[in-house]
Structure formats: structure tokens, C-alpha cells
């Protein structure tokens, strides 16, 4: 793929287009579903397509697996992403700095609000047991973490985060039925503007598997962390953004 800005899905034999994807339709399995499927599946642009699987999930409605060829190029050049600007530190050096430059726990408030109950994430990003080989924030020795749970009503989070003088508070919102992840993330971040003077606002950090990471400013908040992120990656965003970034603007 070396020095390749356009590339091709690829199934079978290279650059061949082939996709799969799958959906559901609210109709019982039959002949005239499948038939829908296909339908449903050439209007995305998948031609020809195939049903591969067609299952049907309770009364009245069928899951599909279609497998088929789409004519669209990707173009690497175009693609915008949040690429990581801040050092993977470890927490040895995430510890080391916040003690020799901030001289004070560094003090980190996490829920999940709204009413989300889906603890695990942030679960994973907090508790000392962590995720993926790494553990959690409360592992971090210079790290003061208190996680309020599941949820977590806006006013009561802004009013603990005030009281606990936290320098960053970490939403996690995992269901975005009806978008609600993006309402309650705005409320949050709406809540805290008013609620506190831009020099003292704790850093705003939301996560979850459905982000756009690239929303954060649209949000309101300084970041988004999505599917798959680690502690040590918001460890050592948190130094950056709370420790490093601000001695540097200092000494400027
Ligand atoms: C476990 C689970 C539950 C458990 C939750 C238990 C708990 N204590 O958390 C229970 C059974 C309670 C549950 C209930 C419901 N669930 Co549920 N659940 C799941 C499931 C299977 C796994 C989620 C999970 O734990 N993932 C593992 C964690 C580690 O991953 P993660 O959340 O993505 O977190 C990572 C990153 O996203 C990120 N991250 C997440 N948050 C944050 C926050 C910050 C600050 C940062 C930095 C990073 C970060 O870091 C984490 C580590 O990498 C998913 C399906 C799936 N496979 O994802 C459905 C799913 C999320 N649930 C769903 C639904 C619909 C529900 C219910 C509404 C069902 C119902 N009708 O009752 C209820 C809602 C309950 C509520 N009030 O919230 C849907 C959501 C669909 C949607 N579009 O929103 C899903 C996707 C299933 C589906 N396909 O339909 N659920």
C-alpha cells in the first residue's frame, strides 16, 4: 500500500470492491424479504449483491448479511481523522510529572450521565482493574479518581466537580438512540460553562464507542476518546493537556 492514496475494498482478489454489510428489515423471512434486501442493498450501490445470511429475529423481522461489489474508490488523501498529539507516556512518567510540575494530585471525576447505564467503559478507563493489559486511573498513584457511576443527572455531576475542585471530568455515553449521546454531552458541557468561570472549568472529556472524535468543538468539550481507548492514552492526555501544555504556555 506504500505511496497508494487510492485504495479499493477487497474480497476475493484484490481491489475487487467486494463489501459485506448487514441490516435488518421489518418483515418475516421469506422469498419477497430477500428480494427487499437486494433491493435495498443495489440502492446503497452494492452491485450486484448477494444475500449471504437471512435470519429472522423474532416476529416480524429478518437480520441480513449481503456480500457484494461497490464501484467507490477511497481516497487515503482525503480521510480526517484525530491523529494522538500528545507523548504515550507510562505511569511512572505520567506520576513523575504531574508531582514535579503541579505538586498536588491532579483530581479526576468520572460518570456516566444522562440515563446511560452502561458502566463498563468507563468502568475500564477508571477502575484500578483497567482494560486491555493496562490498568485503569486509579492505579496512578498522583491520580485522585472518583467515579460516580451510572446515571449520573448533569447538575449533581457539576456540583460534585465543583465541591471535589476536579481538573477534569470524563462522561461516558454508550447509547445514542435518538443521538442522545450528543444531547447529553452538550447539556453537560452547557452546564459547566455556566456553572463555572472559564479559568477554573475542569477539563471536559467525553467517551464512547460511537463518537465522532472529531465533534469535540461541535460538543463543547476538549475531547472525544472512542471505541477501543485505553487508560494510559487519557493518563497521558490528562498530563499533557493539565501539566506539560500549561507549563509551556507559562514559560512562553
Ligand atoms: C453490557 C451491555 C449492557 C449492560 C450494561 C451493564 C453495565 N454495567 O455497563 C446492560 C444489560 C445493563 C445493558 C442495558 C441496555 N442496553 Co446495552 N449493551 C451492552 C453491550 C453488550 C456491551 C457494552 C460494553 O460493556 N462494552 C465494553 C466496553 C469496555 O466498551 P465501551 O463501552 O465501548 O468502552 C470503551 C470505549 O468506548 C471508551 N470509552 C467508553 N466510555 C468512555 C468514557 C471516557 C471518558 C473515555 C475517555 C473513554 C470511554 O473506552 C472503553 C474502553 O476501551 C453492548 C453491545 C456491544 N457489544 O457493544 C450493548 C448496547 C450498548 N446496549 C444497547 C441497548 C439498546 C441497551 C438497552 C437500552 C436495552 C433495553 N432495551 O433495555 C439497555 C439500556 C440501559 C441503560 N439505561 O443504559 C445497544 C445500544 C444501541 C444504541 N444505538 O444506542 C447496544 C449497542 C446493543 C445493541 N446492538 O443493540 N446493556
Not at 452491485?47 to 416480524?60: E, I, L, R, S, Y
Not at 467515579?147 to 448533569?154: D, E, K, S, T
Not at 447509547?175 to 468561570?197: C, G, K, S
Not at 492514552?233 to 493537556?241: I, P, Q, R
Amino acid at each position: 500500500m506504500t505511496g497508494k492514496t487510492i485504495i479499493r475494498p477487497y474480497g476475493d482478489t484484490t481491489g475487487d470492491g467486494m463489501v459485506q454489510l448487514s441490516f435488518t428489515l421489518p418483515i418475516p423471512l421469506d422469498k419477497r424479504a430477500e428480494g427487499a434486501a437486494v433491493q435495498l442493498a443495489a440502492k446503497m450501490g452494492v452491485d450486484p449483491a448477494m444475500v449471504v445470511h437471512a435470519k429472522q429475529m423474532g416476529t416480524g423481522y429478518t437480520f441480513f448479511v449481503v456480500y457484494g461489489r461497490v464501484h467507490h474508490l477511497v481516497d487515503l488523501s482525503a480521510v480526517q481523522v484525530i491523529e494522538r498529539d500528545f507523548p504515550l507516556l507510562t505511569a511512572k512518567e505520567v506520576n513523575a510529572l504531574i508531582r514535579q510540575q503541579l505538586r498536588r494530585k491532579l483530581v479526576v471525576v468520572g460518570a456516566c450521565i444522562g440515563t446511560d447505564a452502561h458502566t463498563v467503559g468507563i468502568d475500564a478507563i477508571l477502575n484500578l482493574k483497567g482494560i486491555a493489559g493496562e490498568k485503569g486511573l486509579e492505579y496512578y498513584r498522583e491520580l485522585r479518581v472518583l467515579n460516580l457511576g451510572a446515571q449520573m443527572p448533569v447538575p449533581d455531576l457539576v456540583e460534585r466537580a465543583r465541591a471535589e475542585k476536579a481538573d477534569a471530568v470524563l462522561v461516558s455515553q454508550v447509547v445514542t438512540q435518538r443521538d442522545a449521546h450528543l444531547h447529553n454531552v452538550r447539556e453537560m458541557a452547557a452546564a459547566f460553562r455556566e456553572a463555572i468561570p472559564a479559568d477554573r472549568r475542569p477539563l471536559l472529556i467525553a467517551g464512547g464507542p460511537r463518537f465522532d472524535e472529531l465533534a469535540a468543538d461541535e460538543l463543547g468539550v476538549d475531547r472525544i476518546f472512542g471505541r477501543g481507548t485505553t487508560p494510559r492514552e487519557v493518563a497521558s492526555y490528562l498530563v499533557y493537556a493539565l501539566v506539560t501544555a500549561r507549563a509551556a504556555r507559562r514559560a512562553a
